[in-house]
């Protein structure tokens, strides 16, 4: 039998085609785990996972003794994936009262726990407050009145670490939909209304300014952008600070054709530099990767249902824009094979089951002439994938299948009909 053939970096650490050409990820077979586990399901290599959390720690650790790196939690709001998470000794960026329950039950300690939002609810800040949340990131002027407002209410003993989002004004070479730090944003103040917030803020006994906070954007190629807004930012604000929060936003590889993305290496060593550089000393970095800890982390295996030879050739899976709204939202390109038979040349568009004519996961496939009943595999999935997944057409959602070094484990069981319908009255 011909030797293990290692896969691109696209794929999940260790994954490889095996002497038959047939996929393995974490030493198990894809096709035994998609008739184990069903389809559609994402397939989680936890080695990558704990790799990469291990990877962004060690990089910025060759540069500073004084940094934190947190999980962006929205990435892949999996408690089983934010456990690995909270394992391999990161903290946790949460963005919604949801996440923020999600990062507890994964067991993440409360002070290691970020509160993000540019639209929190009252009642979200309250239970960040009873929960011990270590940071609240403060977005916007009414945040400020109602987060003083409620911190003098809630009465605690210690004043609340709180960080401030600033809009830096800088639109970094990535799609609008996940450009978050441009001159017209809905995230954090910009430039000019930031005094204000401060002010208003470093006058409480309730707060501890720690520090400023801006995440630009993600999917995120080059590394000039990072700088260009922490020059805009200390320009306006100062560096009187001993807390730079840089976000997160490094890109990841979805494909061959896309430019690579830097290195884990070089983008800490390039955060650090430029905070070393611009802020002086002394400080602490604090950064929140979330698509570059996870996506490559996984894949989604489908069953092919149907191929119709029209003018192109449409191959139909049982998923789509429920488990993957990455190609909808923002024409997210995604490689896909077919899981026994890598390297075919018939084009195809693989579509999804769902009523609308846009479910289109893959537009310029190429497969090994695919037939109902192949398992197809659409690797780079980890990232936004499980975090948007919904229930259109009453597709319930897929399960999580965690695998490593021949072992299969179920970490989120498929959605069921009755759970479609649980929240019926
Ligand atoms: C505040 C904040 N931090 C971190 C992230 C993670 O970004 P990425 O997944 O690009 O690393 C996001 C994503 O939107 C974010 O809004």
């Known amino acids: 039998m011909a030797a293990a053939q290692q896969l691109s970096n696209v794929y999940p650490l260790g994954a490889v085609l095996d002497g038959r050409g ?51 939690s929205k990435a892949f709001g999996c408690t089983a994936v934010a456990r690995v998470m909270a394992e391999e000794g990161l903290g946790c960026d949460v963005a919604s009262g949801g996440e923020l329950t999600m990062a507890l039950r994964a067991g993440f300690d409360p002070a290691h726990i970020e509160l993000h939002g540019n639209a929190k609810t009252e009642d979200e800040l309250r239970y960040a407050m009873d929960a011990g949340v270590g940071v609240i990131v403060v977005d916007n002027l009414h945040e ?3 987060l003083l407002r409620l911190l003098d209410e809630h009465g605690a003993v210690a004043p609340q670490r709180v960080q401030l989002r600033i809009a830096p ?52 190629l080059e590394l000039g952008p990072f700088r260009d807004a922490l020059e805009r930012v200390t320009a306006a604000l100062g560096t009187d600070f001993p807390v730079w929060n840089l976000g997160g936003g490094l890109g990841v590889t979805y494909g061959p054709e896309q430019a ?59 998923g789509g824009m429920s488990d993957n709204l990455r190609p909808m939202l923002y024409g997210a390109h995604y490689e896909v094979e077919v899981a026994d038979r890598f390297g075919g040349d018939t084009p195809c568009i693989v579509t999804g089951k769902h009523c609308e004519s846009g479910d289109v996961l893959i537009r310029d496939a190429l497969l090994d ?23 259109y057409n009453g597709q319930p959602r897929p399960p999580v299948v965690f695998v490593s070094n021949g072992d299969a484990r179920l970490v989120v069981r498929r959605e069921s009909y009755e759970d479609l319908f649980s929240r019926d009255v």
């Open 169 to 220: 004004g800088v639109s970094p070479d990535t799609h609008p939909s996940i450009s978050t730090g441009g001159p017209n944003t809905k995230f954090g103040l910009n430039l000019q209304d930031a005094p204000r917030a401060l002010e208003a803020l470093q006058a409480s006994a309730d707060v501890e300014v720690e520090g400023l906070h801006f995440h630009i954007g993600s999917q995120i």
């Open 144 to 146: 400020v009145d109602a």
């Open 369 to 391: 002439d695919p037939r109902p009943g192949d398992v197809l595999v659409t690797p780079a999935t980890g990232a936004y994938g499980f975090s948007m997944a919904n229930t």
């Open 22 to 72: 047939r996929l393995r990820l974490g030493g198990c077979d894809a096709l035994e785990l998609a008739a184990e586990f069903g389809t559609p399901a994402y397939v989680v290599s936890e080695d990558d996972l704990r790799a990469r959390a291990r990877a962004f720690k060690a990089a910025f650790a060759a540069h500073t003794d004084d940094f934190l790196v947190h999980f962006a």
């Open 260 to 318: 690579a993305p830097p290195s884990i290496e070089d983008y800490a060593a390039a955060k650090v530099a430029m905070v070393r550089e611009l802020c002086g000393p002394g400080k602490r970095i604090v950064d929140e990767p979330g698509r570059a800890l996870v996506a490559n982390s996984t894949v989604t295996l489908y069953t092919v249902q149907s191929v119709k030879r029209n003018v192109q050739t449409w191959v139909g899976v049982d």
